[in-house]
């Protein structure tokens, strides 16, 4: 039997619970400064699946992908953009793999890192390198894409059409908003959360939210700002584990999964759909926020 459509399953009223930080995760595997984690996919395949695998046994009803930096842009440092599409066709493969047939695969998609307006690169250029993305995730198997720890409305928005336009995926897209001294939520690039969720959403968006760039305790006031605005659209946030700290020279967040899991409650009472986690955080956060809420 197929499974059921992310924003489907929500219409319960649970709360689902997804995946938290890869990166550090790679970094204590072994991934070494400089070097590319998205081809760890295809060159050491058993050690992404292992993180994929570690975050469904916490109890995580879906799994991103080993693909955040997999856009032939970023590839382009590497000198890989031509094996852009073989890349996340992999990841998506082993995050399928870790799912197994009950649990929803989200294909990561982080951006590009050119900026439209500079004329660095142009919404055509954008589009095609997020259609190769998205056109590779159905192929491996993903369920849905999570455009994920944007700034860019426009970038954005070309990423959620690529996806909506070419393939039947479900199309997630988080922001990442920091606070300012006015106490506003803005991301690097001004956008308010109300302003971007209402571009996604007429883009295409089948879930909107926010990632990365703060705790739970500042998620709250975000999506209570998004649900405001928009009463039924699924809310997914990951949230880091609290605000870094510089502790002798090396970065620390310091939050504790029973920490996050005191206030996930909240969270979820403020309007989010999905919870999971993001920098910092580990399968022991994402197993003590379910154990929160059920």
Not at 26 to 49: R, T
Not at 152 to 174: F, G, H, P, R, Y
Request: hydrophobic content about 40%; proline content about 4%; overall charge negative.
């Amino acid at each position: 039997m197929a499974r059921q459509k992310i924003t489907e399953a929500l219409k319960s009223g649970k709360v689902l619970i997804s995946d938290g930080a890869w990166g550090t995760f790679l970094h204590i595997k072994g991934l070494k400064p400089g070097e590319c984690p998205e081809l760890w996919c295809v060159n050491k395949p058993s050690e992404v699946l292992d993180v994929a695998k570690n975050y469904i046994d916490a109890g995580a009803d879906m799994v991103e992908t080993n693909s955040f930096g997999a856009s032939s842009f970023k590839l382009d440092h590497y000198g890989l953009a031509d094996r852009a599409a073989e890349i996340n066709e992999a990841a998506a493969k082993i995050s399928r793999e870790a799912a197994g047939d009950n649990k929803w695969v989200i294909a990561s998609i982080g951006p590009t890192g050119k900026m439209l307006v500079t004329e660095e690169v142009t919404e055509q250029e954008l589009y095609d390198a997020f259609k190769t993305q998205a056109v590779a995730f159905e192929k491996g198997g993903a369920d849905a894409a999570c455009i994920e720890t944007m700034s860019d409305i426009e970038e954005a928005c070309q990423a959620v059409k690529a996806v909506k336009e070419n393939t039947k995926l479900e199309v997630i897209c988080t922001f990442t908003f920091e606070k300012t001294v006015q106490g506003e939520y803005r991301t690097m690039m001004g956008a308010d959360p109300v302003s971007a969720i209402k571009a996604v959403i007429a883009a295409g968006a089948d879930i909107v939210g926010a990632n990365c760039g703060n705790g739970i305790e500042r998620m709250i006031e975000v999506v209570t700002q998004m649900r405001s605005a928009e009463k039924n659209i699924p809310i997914l946030v990951h949230a880091n584990a609290g605000l870094p700290k510089n502790v002798s020279g090396e970065v620390v967040f310091p939050e504790t999964p029973d920490d996050m899991a005191s206030l996930a409650p909240k969270l979820a009472a403020a309007g989010a759909n999905i919870i999971g986690g993001c920098c910092g955080t580990t399968p022991a956060h994402i197993m003590a926020i379910k154990e929160s809420l059920k």
